[in-house]
Nanobody, 126 residues
């Protein structure tokens, strides 16, 4: 069982920066897909960014590319999302997620994630 706990959310002004963290319970197999997702009120959940636990290959949604950066610290079992130049439309509940990467599959934001954190709220004011 994988457990994920997000932290670092809060309020920030447009144009500012924020870092989200996700503590991941020790992974038995070093072959996971890790991702960040968000859901704004009245909207469907959308993938924000993904990363492979081994190798670090990343993918970003077009709406956050060149503004957000996903990374992981394997020694600390922690996933990060560095958000820069934030916009009011980035306001949402942010979730981290994990899934075992199947052979010959790439980690993407479309991958089927089956472990989820409880979420952390991000509010961007204009």
């Amino acid at each position: 069982q994988v457990e994920l706990v997000e932290s670092g959310g809060g309020s920030v002004q447009a144009g500012g920066s924020m870092r989200l963290s996700c503590a991941v319970s020790p992974l038995i197999y070093d072959n996971y897909c890790l991702g960040w997702f968000r859901q704004a009120p009245g909207k469907e959940r959308e993938g924000v960014a993904s990363i492979e636990s081994f190798g670090g290959s990343t993918q970003y949604a077009a709406s956050v590319k060149d503004r957000f950066t996903i990374s992981r610290d394997k020694a600390k079992n922690t996933l990060y999302l560095d958000m820069a130049s934030v916009k009011p439309e980035d306001t949402a509940m942010y979730y981290c997620a994990a899934a075992i990467r199947k052979p010959y599959h790439q980690c993407t934001i479309q991958y089927e994630y089956n472990y989820w954190g409880q979420g952390t709220q991000v509010i961007v004011s204009s």
